[in-house]
């Protein structure tokens, strides 16, 4: 009989019966002195996928000789009285397993009759192939590693268990491949990039968790206290002035890959914690952080993902030809028709605002108002790889000014399939204008901008010993991991999204 798990809908006294069962299956391997949980250790030689591409048939006539040790979880079982076949995954796959009890022993075969669907075994045995073709391991020794007490349901499917996919994560990464896929690729992204930085002469730092002034970015943080010295204190928002601190003292190229958390809204692009990825190099600017920025997407396609035309969200995204470079302004006359480089002053552009019934504050100046034009009118056009370069000086506190064009900044954000993705500065290396730049931001935060920069006396104090011209680039490593894995929502990049507190949490 096939016992492989059927989907279905379980009462609470099925489920509390089969619950009883397992430990009574439990309680009486202990009684005969079979505990699986007093082992400790089994030789694993092999998995399941480099098993079958490494397995060779035997001449006409002969017989495998390839023997391996595996472990793996019980995935079905299927019996025909003196022999078994059974599924079993590793961390590579799936592998069958045919199971006799003259080869096994009589006792050992008697007790895999009684084993369950999620028990872990371990296996040694010879490699060969069914007579249907498929390619197994026939088991000469089998032993119980780990006792399964709660059965696996046969699949996580759609959106109706989305929530249960994503608070019991180690039950979707045994039933989904597909999951496990996606956080192996994660993985080889960030070690992808990782080896870009190393190879051209960048170092990795880590900086703070804990900042006693939250600062590098626009958000709102999560506050916490330090009982010993009686202060509160910011779990960091963005990594940027540390790193900072640091290219001022002397080191050219360095970066760091680690999380950062904002107190903020939860959707398929946001979650309070993520992966971020900042690096700073003196001596380049805008075009150097363009560069490196479109190394690194297209490395990590061809590497991981092994081409660099992708799908996401229903289309085909490019990483292969050269990324667009467009500015706001030009983007913004491209996509609503309004040309801000024709509007004079903030009354303007508040008067066009209004036109185009785009909302605003009275805190809001020219710069802002055209910010607000490309968040309602271009970002969900930017498909295909683009720059978006020359953001207003007032959304860019920490970036230089464009020489030759007054009120903006050498500021890019890169855009893919309507989302960003990467976001870089030709640094703002000047103290005097950056002390100016954070007042103006103080004087945000008292007409009630709780996002805005707060004043960094140290920052400030270290800029003013002397930094270079220096690029800065932000890269969303999560985002990334979903542009290269086709995968929409946050959530399933990350194998513990935040999530809501049950009724029964403690």
């Known amino acids: 009989m096939d016992e492989q798990i059927q989907e279905q809908e379980l009462s609470q006294e099925q489920l509390s019966e089969l619950l009883q069962i397992r430990r009574d299956k439990l309680t009486a391997l202990r009684e005969a002195g079979k505990d699986?949980?007093?082992?400790?250790?089994?030789?694993?030689?092999?998995?399941?996928?480099?098993?079958?591409?490494?397995f060779v048939d035997p001449p006409e006539g002969e017989e495998s000789t390839m023997t391996v040790s595996m472990a793996g979880r019980i995935m079905s079982k299927r019996g025909m009285g003196k022999a078994s076949f059974a599924d079993i995954q590793d961390k590579e796959g799936r592998i069958q397993l045919y199971i006799r009890k003259d080869m096994v022993g009589e006792d050992d075969y008697a007790d895999f009759k009684k084993w369950d669907i999620g028990?872990?075994?371990?296996?040694?045995?010879?490699?060969f192939r069914t007579h249907m073709g498929e390619i197994s391991v026939k088991a000469t020794k089998i032993v119980l590693l780990a006792k399964s007490l709660l059965p696996l349901p046969e699949k996580f499917h759609g959106l109706k268990d989305q929530e249960l996919r994503y608070r019991q994560r180690y039950v979707d990464l045994i039933i989904n491949p597909e999951v496990k896929d996606t956080f192996v690729k994660r993985s080889q992204i960030i070690k992808e990039v990782r080896t870009l930085l190393d190879e051209e002469g960048f170092i990795e730092v880590e900086t703070p968790v804990l900042h006693t002034i939250p600062g590098g970015a626009n958000a709102r943080p999560f506050i916490t206290h330090h009982n010993t010295l009686n202060i509160d204190m910011y779990m960091r928002i963005a990594l940027e002035l540390h790193l900072k601190r640091l290219i001022i003292g002397g080191f050219d190229r360095v970066y760091e890959i680690g999380r950062v958390f904002r107190n903020e809204g939860m959707d398929p692009r946001h979650n309070p914690e993520f992966t971020e990825l900042e690096l700073y190099q003196a001596y380049?600017?805008?075009?150097?952080?363009?560069?490196?920025?479109?190394?690194?997407?297209?490395r990590c396609a061809e590497n991981v993902i092994g081409k660099t035309v992708?799908?996401?969200?229903?289309?085909?995204?490019?990483?292969?030809?050269?990324?667009e470079r467009i500015t706001m302004t030009e983007a913004v006359k491209k996509y609503s028709g309004v040309d801000f480089d024709q509007i004079p002053d903030t009354e303007a552009a508040k008067a066009v605002a209004k036109e185009h019934n785009i909302e605003f504050e009275d805190r809001h100046k020219k710069g802002d108002i055209l910010a607000l034009f490309f968040d309602e009118y271009v970002e969900d056009k930017l498909i295909q790889p683009t720059f978006i370069t020359e953001y207003p000086i007032e959304v860019s506190p920490l970036t230089k000014k464009c020489p030759d064009r007054p009120g903006m900044t050498q500021r890019f954000e890169l855009f893919v399939a309507g989302r960003e993705h990467a976001n870089a500065y030709s640094e703002l290396n000047d103290p005097i204008d950056q002390r100016e730049r954070f007042m103006a931001q103080v004087a945000l935060r008292e007409q009630g901008d709780d996002e805005a920069e707060r004043l960094d006396e140290d920052f400030l104090t270290a800029m003013e010993y002397g930094m270079p011209p220096t690029g800065g680039l932000g890269v969303g490593i999560d985002r990334m991991v979903q542009l290269l894995t086709g995968n929409y929502s946050i959530r399933d990049v990350l194998l513990f999204p935040t999530m809501k507190s049950l009724p029964n949490d403690k």
Do not use: C, Q, W
């Open 119 to 127: 028990d872990i075994i371990g296996v040694e045995g010879i490699v």
């Open 284 to 298: 380049t600017n805008l075009d150097g952080m363009m560069d490196i920025t479109e190394r690194m997407f297209r």
């Open 310 to 323: 992708v799908e996401f969200d229903g289309h085909e995204i490019d990483l292969g030809k050269p990324f």
């Open 36 to 54: 699986p949980f007093v082992i400790t250790k089994y030789n694993v030689t092999a998995y399941s996928e480099s098993t079958k591409s490494n």
